[in-house]
């Protein structure tokens, strides 16, 4: 698909200042300049990622509330029970809470509903469950913000709720007794991209700074220190908010940084256990290898069967338990595999014979035999290939549609689905991605409402892809302290891409398919030349002649046999005329 090459503007006064007052490359001010760092003491923040700047947790809406009532809940011996979704950020979020209340020595209960029994969310039949079990206290972990009746049955029923959560609030919220959400309307937190996990994070830094613990710090000021008691579960932190794709600046960059090397470590017995059965044992973990190795084994258990199994998995210490958790969630990762390459391909077919793709503004497709828990992976699929707000529906028997839906960057999901809403029994998520319930009978004409939504909202341009090029660059500058200085700026995610950078009239040489259809060539300028490859971009070979081309690039230093050398990444190729 063509891509549109967005060059950043060079602010080369800003650059040579912020570069000479802190003696770094001025391509890395630039680059940092492009992610929206513009001040001498913002780059030292980014650069430094330091633990001991981040937010006090008492900024968030209604965390005092939740911790008095948490603290009075320990002290009165009330029961507490953990309430997490089902996904990835939820099972860290619930990990993480279960584990810290049994730190400071108090035990509490979990509870993860199923995908297909239960759906998203606080649920009136699962509080009445929880409420023969003797629960006092709920404490949402990834979920809870749209969750009215629950939260209303919940109170009839005498049991306080304390949501912590990161989805778009609605304008009406449930009356919990607290709720914790960056993204409130009104909130005083200076960062909104709080990950479900990285909320759950907060509260506890919250209870310690409140005094469970013993310190009596009453958390006023603006900035607070990670207490080292909390470190340990940067793991899950890293874990949680990389698979929710959430972004990695500000506060997320800081705490997925250190989890990264957790992560690494393997300390906990459960992320040993899965990397051995995800053949990444003794293996640096990065943001890749959590979102397309490690985040989908504990996802697939929550698509197809219980999620309550990461949980398990996360919250164990013992090696053999985790080695059988581990193992369950591998075969359930495979079984999914099968289940959505089946429903892709159905998918596309469908796509390639019954929708005019240049005029489409959005993809909605539907079906009573696709299954509910892996639609949002193929949902995602088919946005990277066609650059269209998509959304799949699995239609049960009932005639009650459960759809996923993902979205392009210049369309705000949620929003676009509240201007549908009449046609919808339910909804919730935030820009890119979302959930619904629909009526099988109100399908086609939701179908025709959201393409009316897109197509008002966006532009022709907008349903093209776009790269974003962070600066022009010779291969004659690509050298091993550039890559090193470089490698300051990971981790590297949404809002913190990794650099693009365009290198202009050059000579391809010795190009070749490699591997499964890969590209790989030499690209030289002048004297001098470096290697590139282009994943799964073999079908540019037989483009490539004796003509020059435009290469946007990212460079790596690629270890190969003990031997370090420049390789260059590429996103995408212009040829002579394009």
């Known amino acids: 698909m063509r891509k549109l090459w967005i060059e950043s503007e060079q602010d ?103 995908r297909l029994k239960d759906g998203y969310g606080l649920k009136e039949d699962a509080i009445c469950r929880i409420k023969e079990q003797g629960v006092d206290l709920i404490i949402t972990a990834d979920c809870g913000t749209t969750s009215h009746s629950a939260v209303k049955k919940a109170r009839d029923l005498g049991i306080d709720i304390i949501i912590t959560d990161h989805h778009e609030p609605p304008q009406i919220l449930p009356e919990a007794y607290a709720m914790i959400n960056p993204n409130r309307i009104g909130s005083a937190y200076p960062f909104n991209g709080l990950a479900g996990v990285g909320v759950a994070l907060k509260l506890a830094q919250g209870i310690l700074l409140e005094g469970v613990k013993g310190s009596r710090d009453q958390g006023v000021g603006s900035l607070a220190s990670l207490d080292p008691m909390l470190y340990k579960y940067l793991d899950l932190v890293a874990l949680g908010t990389v698979a929710d794709v959430s ?89 999914r595999q099968i289940i959505e390459d089946k429903i892709l391909n159905e998918a596309m077919k469908r796509i390639d014979s ?28 088919i946005v990277d290939r066609y650059y269209r707000p998509t959304i799949l529906i ?17 369309f705000h999901l949620y929003q676009g689905l509240s201007e549908c809403q009449s046609y919808l029994e339910a ?58 200085e470089i490698e300051r700026l990971e981790p590297f995610g949404v809002g913190n891409p990794e650099p693009v950078f365009a290198i202009s009239d050059a000579e391809v040489l010795y190009p070749k398919i490699v591997g ?18 282009g994943f799964n971009m073999g079908g540019f070979v037989d483009r490539l002649n004796d003509e020059k081309v435009d290469v946007a690039v990212t460079p790596k230093l690629n270890e190969w046999q003990g031997t370090l050398a420049v390789q260059m990444k590429i996103k995408d190729i212009k040829f002579p005329g394009n």
């Open 12 to 114: 080369f006064k800003l650059q040579d200042y912020i570069s000479k007052a802190l003696q770094i490359n001025p391509l890395i001010t630039q680059i940092l300049i492009n992610r929206g760092v513009r001040t001498i003491e913002g780059v030292k923040d980014f650069l430094t990622a330091s633990l001991d700047e981040l937010y006090s947790p008492f900024l968030l809406p209604d965390m005092k509330e939740a911790v008095e009532r948490i603290g009075l809940a320990i002290k009165s011996g009330e029961r507490i029970l953990i309430y997490g979704d089902y996904d990835v950020d939820g099972v860290t979020a619930t990990a993480l809470l279960y584990l810290f209340f049994k730190e400071i020595g108090y035990e509490v209960s979990y509870y993860i509903p199923n």
């Open 394 to 410: 699995s239609v049960n028997e009932n005639g009650i549609g459960k759809g996923s839906a993902r979205s392009i960057p210049n």
């Open 516 to 533: 499964s259809n890969h590209l790989k060539f030499r690209l030289r300028q002048g004297n001098a030349g470096a290697d590139a490859i």
């Open 247 to 335: 972004l990695l600046t500000g506060e997320n960059r800081k705490l997925v940084k250190e989890g990264l090397k957790l992560l690494s470590k393997a300390e906990r017995k459960g992320i040993s256990a899965l990397k051995l059965v995800s053949n990444l044992d003794g293996s640096d973990i990065t943001v890749g290898t959590i979102g397309f190795t490690l985040a989908p084994r504990i996802n697939a258990a929550g698509r197809l069967d219980e999620a309550n199994i990461g949980v398990m998995l996360l919250t164990t210490a013992s090696e053999d338990e985790a080695m059988k958790y581990a193992k369950i969630l591998d075969g359930k990762n495979r079984e």
């Open 427 to 484: 909804f919730g998520g935030h820009k890119y991605a979302a959930g619904l319930t629909i009526k099988k009978e109100n399908i086609d004409s939701f179908s025709e409402k959201i393409n009316d939504v897109v197509a008002s909202n966006l532009k022709d341009e907008d349903f093209i892809p776009r790269l974003y090029i962070d600066a022009e660059l010779d291969v004659k500058e690509l050298n091993f302290n550039l890559l090193k």
């Open 354 to 381: 019954d929708i005019d793709i240049k005029h489409a503004k959005a993809i909605v497709l539907s079906s009573d035999k696709w299954h509910q828990g892996v639609i949002g992976i193929i949902a995602s699929k």
